[in-house]
Nanobody, 115 residues
Framework: QVQVVESGGGLVQAGGSLRLSCVAS????????MAWYRQAPGKQRELVAD???????NYADSMKGRVTISRDNAKNTVYLQMNSLRPEDTAVYYC?????????WGQGTQVTVSS
């Protein structure tokens, strides 16, 4: 059974940093494509960043220069380092993994940025 579990969210002041982690399990991990999305109250879920099997990365324009996505294939884990956080970054952050032609999502981790 494929599982995706996010962690690392919390409450941070504007200008602060957080590092989110996402662990995928239940399948033979081989550097599959993974991504971070976020969803703020009343808004649609949107892409934050993704990383392909070859390590190529893609970032949302709103997050460029403030976030870095990385992966540790030995640990089946992808990270999202977020810096210079703003109140508008407040959202539930979700991770997904593309495996076997299917997209698996985690339950999300709350990030709250106070002004």
């Amino acid at each position: 059974q494929v599982q995706v579990v996010e962690s690392g969210g919390g409450l941070v002041q504007a200008g602060g940093s957080l590092r989110l982690s996402c662990v995928a399990s239940g399948f033979t991990f081989s550097g599959d494509a993974m991504a971070w999305y976020r969803q703020a109250p009343g808004k649609q879920r949107e892409l934050v960043a993704d990383i392909g099997s070859s390590g190529n990365t893609n970032y949302a324009d709103s997050m460029k220069g403030r976030v870095t996505i990385s992966r540790d294939n030995a640990k089946n884990t992808v990270y999202l380092q977020m810096n210079s956080l703003r109140p508008e970054d407040t959202a539930v952050y979700y991770c997904n993994v593309l495996w076997g032609g299917l997209l698996y999502w985690g339950q999300g981790t709350q990030v709250t940025v106070s002004s």
